[in-house]
Every structure is written in structure tokens, then in C-alpha cells.
């Protein structure tokens, strides 16, 4: 008899468990957290100062403006992005895209400027950020990111980007563009307007 009374204690409290955790798991949560980052202080080549905490859904990826192949490609690739948050409505006052070089000491003002003319940046919502040598290295260190100058012109680097939400929490990771590959533009824009929705 005392046996069968713990395996019903058992029982009951592995239901009372399950129901437990099915009450309090997200619904319908297709975008998991996979942490949180800082408000790091880069420089907006626009604007001046930029917070990243700012309330509003990115999309961010690291690039330098020599890079020959995969930061032009993912570049050209977010015009066709920037386009389609233009006409959701979302660009700018809800979404960002953000460009943050990890090669400041090349990529000035002026130069961004250019780089960023070339792909029809427009400004108001596609951000190119520029930051202290230190501040660069320990965003992409809290990111995971790598990279490393190989000789005087080129950098060996991660090719992760990344949706951020309102709270500054990553949702979701993409591939950045290669020759043969573009941006899933159709998937990030996807998961952007998931998370404006949320929030309206």
C-alpha cells in the first residue's frame, strides 16, 4: 500500500509539474532569447553620439569598408532590406539597421560616408557606427565575435549577424552574404516585423 501511495505522490506531483511549466512557458515565442547585451556608446557618423539601448528592433552586423568580398555583398543585400522596412513602415522609427566597422582606425567619417553613399544608405534608419578600439572589441567579445587584422589591409572575421530586440536581448543569428549565398532578407524581415508586433 505504501508503495502504490508513492507512486501516486509521484504521479501527481510530476502532473502538477508538467502543468506548472505548460502555464508559465512562452506561447507562441518563435524568436528565443540567446542573451543580453550592453549599452555600448559608439559614434553615429550622421548623428554624433549613438546608444544601442534605444528601444528599437536591429539588426546588426560587423564589417570593414576594405573588406573585398562578404561585407560588400551583405551591404548590398540590406538595400533590398531597407527598402522593404521603408515600405512596412518600420524603418527608422522601430527598426535599425546597424553597421559597426571594427577597422576605426581606417574607416573615418569620411570614409563611411562614402561607403555608405555607395549602397543608398539612408541614414535615418541604417546606422554606421565607429567606436573606440576598446568598445568595438568588447561588444564583439560579448557577441562572440571574431576577428583579426591579417595584414595591413585585411581582416580574418566572423561572419554572424544579429537581430537585437527592444530590450536589448539577441533573438536571432543570420549568415552574412557570400557569392553564392545572399541574406535570408526574406527571413530576417520575417522575424523583424514578429517583434515590432509585439510590441504594438
Not at 2 to 30: A, E, Q, T, Y
Request: with cysteine; glycine share 4%; proline share 4%.
Amino acid at each position: 500500500m505504501l508503495s502504490k501511495r508513492k507512486v501516486m505522490v509521484f504521479f501527481i506531483v510530476g502532473f502538477l509539474g508538467f502543468c506548472v511549466v505548460f502555464l508559465l512557458w512562452p506561447k507562441n515565442d518563435k524568436l528565443p532569447v540567446f542573451g543580453s547585451i550592453k549599452d555600448y556608446h559608439f559614434e553615429d557618423i550622421y548623428h554624433g553620439p549613438h546608444h544601442l539601448t534605444n528601444d528599437k528592433v536591429k539588426i546588426a552586423t560587423f564589417f570593414y569598408t576594405r573588406c573585398p568580398d562578404i561585407c560588400p555583398l551583405t551591404m548590398s543585400d540590406f538595400t533590398e532590406l531597407q527598402a522593404k522596412l521603408k515600405q512596412a513602415g518600420m524603418f527608422g522609427d522601430d527598426v535599425e539597421i546597424v553597421s559597426i566597422s571594427f577597422d576605426p582606425e581606417h574607416d573615418t567619417e569620411d570614409v563611411l560616408r562614402n561607403y555608405a553613399r555607395s549602397f543608398q544608405a539612408d541614414p535615418v534608419g541604417w546606422k554606421w557606427l565607429r567606436g573606440t578600439p576598446d568598445v568595438t572589441k568588447q561588444l564583439a567579445e560579448e557577441l562572440s565575435v571574431q576577428y583579426k587584422q591579417i595584414d595591413e589591409h585585411f581582416y580574418s572575421h566572423s561572419t554572424t549577424m544579429f537581430l537585437i530586440d527592444q530590450k536589448n536581448q539577441v533573438r536571432s543569428l543570420y549568415d552574412m552574404a557570400y557569392q553564392s549565398k545572399p541574406v535570408d532578407i526574406e527571413k530576417i524581415f520575417e522575424d523583424i516585423h514578429y517583434l515590432v508586433s509585439k510590441r504594438r
